[in-house]
T-cell receptor, first 114, second 107 residues
């Protein structure tokens, strides 16, 4: 196993609500990236944090926001949930500044928006 | 055009077959290349990195052609346990994934 954990494993929300997903980094990994994976698609890059600062962002609206804490754990927050936000949310960590390094994924959080 | 495009699949092959997956990428400045494997309802896991000189890991061979912006993965002597979705991944400042190609190996 990678040592990356995510919580919760499953979540059901209704449209318009807000959600917070959590990721605990593998020991020694400074960088965390978040991905959204819709059914039948590959993971889509949301954003990346390196040492508590956002270090890159994909094509996602501002209602997707994040935090990284001093212990390198991380949160993904999504406001004003839409039906299309239903997906598997994956976090991945890397030991360095990230970007092009091997990503170590957590098991993901399955979000269903009704 | 998508940043990373893969064969749409699915591929259904008998045990022992050789199967090849293809991938193209649009960003010529990309610097790292990987194949990941994803089992049903699981997270992606690194299968192998891809180097310019090509590299092999047992039954798996990966090739990279920077001029053509093309990556391939060859699986020889397919096993039932190879059944999964194979994701082509390209890194520049972040990692971009293809949609994946699903492989089913049948007895």
């Amino acid at each position: 196993e990678t040592g990356v954990t995510q919580s919760p494993t499953h979540l059901i929300k209704t449209r318009g609500q807000q959600v917070t997903l959590r990721c605990s980094s593998q020991s020694g990994h400074n960088t965390v990236s978040w991905y959204q994976q819709a059914l039948g698609q590959g993971p889509q890059f949301i954003f990346q944090y390196y040492r508590e600062e956002e270090n890159g962002r994909g094509n996602f609206p501002p209602r997707f926001s994040g935090l990284q804490f001093p212990n390198y754990s991380s949160e993904l927050n999504v406001n004003a949930l839409e039906l299309d936000d239903s997906a598997l949310y994956l976090c991945a960590t890397t030991p360095g500044r990230g970007g092009e390094e091997t990503q170590y994924f957590g098991p993901g959080t399955r979000l269903l928006v009704l | 055009r998508k940043e990373v495009e893969q064969d749409p699949g699915p591929f259904n092959v008998p045990e022992g077959a050789t199967v090849a997956f293809n991938c193209t990428y649009s960003n010529s400045a990309s610097q790292s290349f990987f194949w990941y494997r994803q089992d049903c309802r699981k997270e992606p896991k690194l299968l192998m990195s891809v180097y310019s000189s090509g590299n092999e890991d047992g039954r798996f061979t990966a090739q990279l052609n920077r001029a053509s912006q093309y990556i391939s993965l060859l699986i020889r002597d397919s096993k039932l346990s190879d059944s999964a979705t194979y994701l082509c991944v390209v890194g520049h400042n972040d990692m971009r994934f293809g949609a994946g190609t699903r492989l089913t190996v049948k007895p």
